[in-house]
């Protein structure tokens, strides 16, 4: 898998595991070319449900914060906007891909961006690690982040693509 110099970390926060049942309440996201972060995009997103308290225990995400932001329509589009058509990059990715191709469905809107696994990209360059949880590998790192917010964790999953990256190119 070749990581190319430029492309778009991309995370979201769910109210659940499937975009059956779930929805989007948060999108974060990081540009990045050659090794540096450009620029950065983050949204909160008012569900037309409630946030479960299991959620916002672990998300911190919480209908106050909510209330105000876009709904899912106005978020998706902001967010395909700064994507353009840089390749996409996510940890863990069909998790991610399966709620934006839910949501791509409702508007009848589609994807094309090409999307890339950072945990295939972890499993081939890093190796004494317990698992490739973003949360392992942030501690294996050690980055100073908070989890479960996806603004961080594009943080977080841009050091493990890096590391990758720089392997892959023969600079570690």
Known sequence: MLIP???????????????????????????VANGIITERFQTYVKPLGRIPREITALTGISE??????????KAYHMFA???????????????DCRFIGAVCGLLGESLSNSVLDSVKMAKAYIKNVENYKLETLKKHFCINLPSHNAADDCVVTYNVV???????????
């Open 81 to 95: 906007e700064f994507i353009k058509d840089d390749v996409l990059i996510a940890h863990n990715c069909s998790f």
């Open 64 to 73: 106050i914060q909510t209330a105000g932001a876009p709904n899912i329509e």
């Open 162 to 172: 890096e590391y990758c990256r720089k392997k892959q190119n023969g600079g570690i």
């Open 5 to 31: 110099d430029r492309y778009v970390i991309f995370d979201l926060e769910t109210t659940g595991f499937s975009p059956q049942y779930a929805e989007i309440i948060e999108i974060g996201a990081v540009r």
